[in-house]
C-alpha cells in the first residue's frame, strides 16, 4: 500500500454544535480513509496554550497548584495560560508568569511546540524557558485559586517520573528542560 501525506478525509459537511469564548465545537459528515461514511467531531480552541518552565540561578523551578475542573482533582503544573491568537506569544507567557507565580524573567527561549490532543482538537501548545527571574506580586485572575510553590528543578522531573504531574504540558516542558539540561545545553 502507497502512504502519503496528502488528506485522505474527504468532508461531505459540518455542523456547528456549539461556541463559547474559548472553544467551538464542530461535526462533521466524512467519507473516511477507508472509503466509508462516518462521522468526526472537532474542538477548535480560539487561544493559544501556553506553559512556562522557570528555571533560577539556583536550579529551582515553580509549579502551580490548582484544582482542575474538567479532571474535578488537584494538578501541579508549570505556569500555563492562553495566549490570544494573533499577539505574539512570548508577551502572553510574559503576562502569565507575573500573573500566576509573580515572577518576570530576563532570559526566554521557546522550547517546544505539541498540539495537545491532535485526534478530537487542533490546540496548539507553544513550551518556554524563563530564566533570570525576579519576584514581583502575583496577579491571578479571579477564576483562579492558585498555589505556588518553589522546588529544586530534580524534585519537579521525579514528580514527572512518578506519575505526580500529570498535565500533558508540565510533562513535556519539564522532561524538555531535562533533555537539555543533560545534554549541556542550557549553558
Known amino acids: 500500500m502507497h502512504h502519503t501525506e496528502e488528506n485522505p478525509w474527504t468532508i461531505t459537511s459540518a455542523k456547528h454544535i456549539y461556541t463559547n469564548p474559548w472553544i467551538s465545537l ?8 477507508s472509503g ?16 512556562i518552565v522557570t528555571l533560577d540561578k539556583d536550579m529551582n523551578t515553580y509549579l502551580v497548584g490548582q484544582y482542575r475542573f474538567p479532571l474535578d482533582q ?11 491568537l494573533g499577539i505574539d506569544p512570548i508577551d502572553s507567557a510574559k503576562r502569565e508568569l507575573l500573573e500566576e507565580t509573580g515572577l518576570k524573567a530576563s532570559e526566554w527561549t521557546e522550547i517546544q511546540r505539541l498540539h ?19 519576584q514581583f506580586e502575583a496577579e491571578p485572575e479571579d ?11 530534580e524534585e519537579a522531573y521525579q514528580m514527572v517520573c512518578e506519575g505526580k504531574i500529570t498535565d500533558s504540558m508540565s510533562v513535556a ?3 524538555k528542560v531535562k533533555l537539555l539540561l543533560l545534554e549541556n545545553k542550557l549553558g
Open 74 to 84: 488537584y494538578s501541579w503544573e508549570i505556569t500555563e495560560g492562553g495566549g490570544l
Open 143 to 153: 477564576t483562579e485559586q492558585l498555589v505556588v510553590k518553589k522546588v529544586p528543578f
Open 26 to 33: 464542530t461535526e462533521y459528515q466524512v467519507i473516511n480513509p
Open 173 to 175: 516542558g519539564i522532561l
Open 36 to 51: 466509508n461514511p462516518g462521522i468526526y467531531g472537532k474542538v477548535h480552541f480560539k487561544n493559544l496554550a501556553i506553559g
Open 116 to 134: 495537545l490532543s491532535n485526534s478530537v482538537s487542533d490546540e496548539l501548545s507553544i513550551l518556554y524557558l524563563a530564566r533570570g527571574l525576579e
